[in-house]
């Protein structure tokens, strides 16, 4: 028998388990209360990790990142600019940094190489001409809904239901053990029930909502950051500022544009994220930093995400308020320790590492159902983006 998974969330997680279900034989519908990757992911820098970022304070991450980057450079060619990438050091604290940075990297698996200052120069003109250090790294970048789209274009085409504009107001129930959703469709207002035989929560920092639905906690730690966008592509390549994770250390070429980011910060509720100004302006002054007059361009954008970190928010020490060191890593969840069987939830890690998480999470729902059809999701390309609306 075929078993029906409705998955909730059509960001890059919840795109990336229709796909990886489907090749395993589940009949999966998706819903999503806006359009596809509108939220979290619709919000993103696009960035293609290499896991450089995360190599001395988050090792597991980097080894992720490193993998998938890896992967999916062969699975979605079509979507992603490998346009690479630099870690540089803008003065002295940034440099004593470089070397426990560089060992980091080969311990992880994460390809980086120094090259002269001289050569980062040629390859950035328009870096500051005063850095003191460069490090190539295998970064990359990607539009968020067109990677998103991909996942779903692939999946519909092996079967899946997508439906946008959905939203779950609640569970169903059989007896003790959770049986679809109850949704309303936003356009008209209309309340239904759709049933399954399993339900994955893969709304990002919205899913402790639906986890209360079935009164399971879920640590989930919604965490909001800033991102500037201005109206000239400055840099041909992703540029990073070689030191710890902090506000304002990157820069993402996106189309005409670079996107400066991010800050970061807990919040209450990811639905309204006020966008404190002197963050804009740090913002700024941080391009500034990287690219002198990078505030004579146009601004373009101003926007900001919660991103929903795995993690006990009454957990949150003050010695780090920005939650910098909260992990960038993942979990998937089986509820029935929790008295919610058939209710599945995956929390955490990057849209870069949406295809393991995906192939995690299948791993645990087959262990659930005593299903044996085994992850596809290592070889089998992804659809061009646009197949969606084939």
């Known amino acids: 028998m075929t078993l029906h998974v409705v998955i909730i969330g059509a960001g890059s997680t919840g795109a990336a388990v229709a796909h990886d279900l489907t090749l395993r034989g589940y009949r999966v519908t998706v819903v999503e209360r806006g359009e596809v990757a509108c939220e979290t992911t619709g919000r993103n820098h696009g960035l293609l990790h290499s896991g450089a970022r995360y190599v001395l304070n988050d090792p597991p991450a980097a080894r992720e990142c490193a993998e998938d980057n890896a992967l999916m450079r062969k699975l979605m060619p079509d979507i992603l600019e490998l346009n690479g990438g630099l870690f540089v050091a803008l003065n002295e604290e940034d440099l004593s940094y470089k070397e426990a940075f560089l060992e980091a990297c080969a311990q992880a698996g994460v390809p980086a190489e120094e090259i002269p200052i001289k050569e980062a120069l040629r390859l950035e003109p328009n870096l500051n001409p005063r850095i003191l250090a460069a490090v190539k790294v295998q970064d990359g970048v990607f539009d968020p809904f067109h990677f998103t789209l991909a996942f779903l274009a692939t999946a519909k085409h092996h079967g899946a239901a997508v439906h946008t504009y959905t939203e779950v ?54 965490v909001a950051g800033t991102m500037v966008a201005v109206g000239r592509r400055w840099v041909r390549r992703v540029i990073n500022r070689l030191c710890p994770p902090c506000d304002g250390g990157i820069i993402v070429p996106q189309r005409r544009n670079s996107v400066v980011g991010t800050t970061s910060w807990p919040v209450e509720n990811p639905d309204y994220i006020a966008i404190p100004p002197e963050q804009v302006e740090a913002m700024l002054a941080a391009g500034e930093e990287f690219i002198p007059g990078f505030r004579s361009a146009p601004l373009r954008g101003i926007s ?55 192939e995690v999470m299948g791993d645990v729902i087959n262990e659930a159902t005593g299903i044996t059809n085994p992850c596809r999701t290592r070889e089998v390309p992804l659809l061009p983006y646009h197949a969606f609306y084939v």
């Open 304 to 358: 900001a995400a919660a991103r929903p970190l795995l993690h006990e928010s009454s957990q949150l020490v003050t010695a780090d308020p920005g939650a910098r060191g909260v992990t960038r890593g993942f979990s998937c969840f089986n509820h029935a320790r929790d008295g919610a069987p058939g209710l599945f939830s995956i929390i955490g890690g990057k849209t870069t590492t949406s295809r393991l998480m995906a």
């Open 169 to 222: 107001v609640d569970l169903v129930w059989n007896g003790r053990s959770v049986s679809g959703v109850k949704v309303r469709d936003r356009r008209d207002g209309r309340e239904y029930a759709i049933g399954a035989d399993l339900v994955v929560n893969a709304a990002g920092p919205w899913a402790g909502r639906i986890g209360a639905m079935a009164h399971v906690h879920i640590a989930v730690l919604p």
